[in-house]
């Protein structure tokens, strides 16, 4: 079975982005707040969007499952306050929640949080709780810095996080530390060095702290390959042991895991290299960020199946791990959700 553990609905019906629209402009003072009721999309639309677009892609490239979150640059914390952010997460969550209804055995729901520059992070927690209880969620993304790229917050490691970070080791789900829109779109590309900045300050921060000596069964998932932490794994070596901390096979790699969302060949050999087998997650974030094919291969840039299947790093049985092993390993909620469907 092949686990693709880093997928976002980046194609629902435009009724969606509509709505939101209008809520953005009531942020702004225009208009009034458009009521949730007003937001109708049927099952056939679901089915619509799903099926041309992820499903399709899954069953060409051999893809199983995956785990299906928000659009993540949809998240856009920094839009609004908390309410406005508590409204949008509970659409979109009860969104790919019926993607997950509607695909059981395809699909298995990850969840975004209301997240909001000044608001303290507990605040987001009935929403996961929902999530997971309610809606059946077996992962969640979680927003470093709601602001957007201001890194307002406090760092992944400072108390204000712990009650969140209870309650993900209470479910037994992993947080996949993911950012969202930039609020300056006219210095940062979002999907560009929004994303992979903010992934690398996350390792940043979680280097810097001792986080895992409180919560030792906490998992945390980087995506997009880490953002530059492997590529510059010695550098990180390096600062760890001037702040004093120890290596970062026993301060990080029992916590942290990296996706396999890096499109290119000599990215994943890198990553396959430099990271341990078993703190790597098959993923492509498809439909995302890179849309088109490679000229260079004929290939799409994130079919990242083939870069896995193609690295001379892996033996069989490490694939296995990266592709299906890690990911029930992980996601406990993932794998007892897929042994209850006989996968």
Same mark, same amino acid.
């Given at each position: 079975?092949?686990?693709?553990?880093?997928?976002?609905?980046?194609?629902?019906?435009?009724?969606?982005?509509?709505?939101?629209?209008?809520?953005?402009?009531?942020?702004?003072?225009?208009?009034?707040?458009?009521?949730?009721?007003?937001?109708?999309?049927?099952?056939?639309?679901?089915?619509?969007?799903?099926?041309?677009?992820?499903?399709?892609?899954?069953?060409?490239?051999?893809?199983?499952?995956?785990?299906?979150?928000?659009?993540?640059?949809?998240?856009?914390?920094?839009?609004?306050?908390?309410?406005?952010?508590?409204?949008?997460?509970?659409?979109?969550?009860?969104?790919?929640?019926?993607?997950?209804?509607?695909?059981?055995?395809?699909?298995?729901?990850?969840?975004?949080?209301?997240?909001?520059?000044?608001?303290?992070?507990?605040?987001?927690?009935?929403?996961?709780?929902?999530?997971?209880?309610?809606?059946?969620?077996?992962?969640?993304?979680?927003?470093?810095?709601?602001?957007?790229?201001?890194?307002?917050?406090?760092?992944?490691?400072?108390?204000?996080?712990?009650?969140?970070?209870?309650?993900?080791?209470?479910?037994?789900?992993?947080?996949?530390?993911?950012?969202?829109?930039?609020?300056? %779109?006219?210095?940062? @590309?979002?999907?560009? !060095?929004?994303?992979?900045?903010? =992934?690398? $300050? #996350?390792?940043?921060?979680?280097?810097?702290?001792?986080?895992?000596?409180?919560?030792?069964?906490?998992?945390?998932?980087?995506?997009?390959?880490?953002?530059?932490?492997?590529?510059?794994?010695?550098?990180?070596?390096?600062?760890?042991?001037?702040?004093?901390?120890?290596?970062?096979?026993?301060?990080?790699?029992?916590?942290?895991?990296?996706?396999?969302?890096?499109?290119?060949?000599?990215?994943?050999?890198?990553?396959?290299?430099?990271?341990?087998?078993?703190?790597?997650?098959?993923?492509?974030?498809?439909?995302?960020?890179?849309?088109?094919?490679? %000229?260079?291969?004929? @290939?799409?840039?994130? !079919?990242?199946?083939?870069?896995? =299947?193609? $690295? #001379?790093?892996?033996?069989?049985?490490?694939?296995?791990?990266?592709?299906?092993?890690?990911?029930?390993?992980?996601?406990?909620?993932?794998?007892?959700?897929?042994?209850?469907?006989?996968?």
């Amino acid at each position: 079975m092949i686990i693709d553990i880093h997928g976002h609905y980046t194609t629902a019906p435009a009724q969606l982005g509509e709505w939101r629209d209008l809520q953005i402009a009531f942020t702004k003072g225009q208009g009034e707040a458009p009521d949730p009721a007003t937001l109708t999309i049927g099952d056939d639309e679901i089915r619509e969007t799903i099926e041309a677009n992820q499903l399709r892609l899954m069953d060409d490239r051999g893809s199983d499952v995956t785990v299906f979150s928000p659009r993540a640059s949809f998240m856009a914390h920094h839009i609004g306050d908390l309410e406005v952010s508590r409204t949008w997460a509970r659409i979109c969550n009860d969104l790919v929640a019926r993607v997950s209804a509607l695909y059981p055995d395809r699909f298995l729901m990850g969840a975004m949080l209301p997240q909001s520059p000044g608001a303290e992070p507990a605040t987001a927690v009935e929403e996961l709780t929902r999530a997971v209880e309610e809606l059946g969620a077996v992962a969640v993304n979680l927003n470093p810095d709601p602001s957007g790229g201001r890194w307002s917050a406090p760092p992944l490691t400072d108390r204000s996080w712990y009650p969140i970070y209870e309650k993900l080791v209470e479910y037994e789900i992993p947080a996949m530390v993911h950012v969202s829109t930039t609020c300056r %779109p006219d210095v940062f @590309h979002t999907t560009g !060095d929004h994303y992979l900045g903010a =992934d690398t $300050t #996350a390792v940043m921060q979680l280097i810097r702290g001792d986080l895992f000596a409180d919560f030792p069964d906490l998992k945390l998932v980087i995506p997009h390959g880490g953002g530059a932490v492997p590529y510059h794994w010695g550098r990180f070596r390096g600062l760890a042991m001037a702040l004093g901390k120890p290596e970062l096979e026993e301060h990080l790699l029992g916590n942290v895991f990296f996706d396999t969302c890096v499109y290119h060949q000599p990215g994943i050999d890198l990553l396959t290299e430099v990271i341990p087998t078993e703190n790597i997650l098959f993923a492509s974030e498809m439909i995302g960020a890179v849309r088109d094919v490679d %000229p260079r291969t004929g @290939h799409y840039f994130d !079919d990242t199946r083939r870069y896995v =299947d193609a $690295t #001379a790093n892996l033996t069989d049985d490490a694939r296995r791990q990266v592709f299906e092993g890690n990911a029930r390993r992980v996601y406990p909620r993932l794998d007892r959700a897929l042994a209850a469907r006989g996968l």
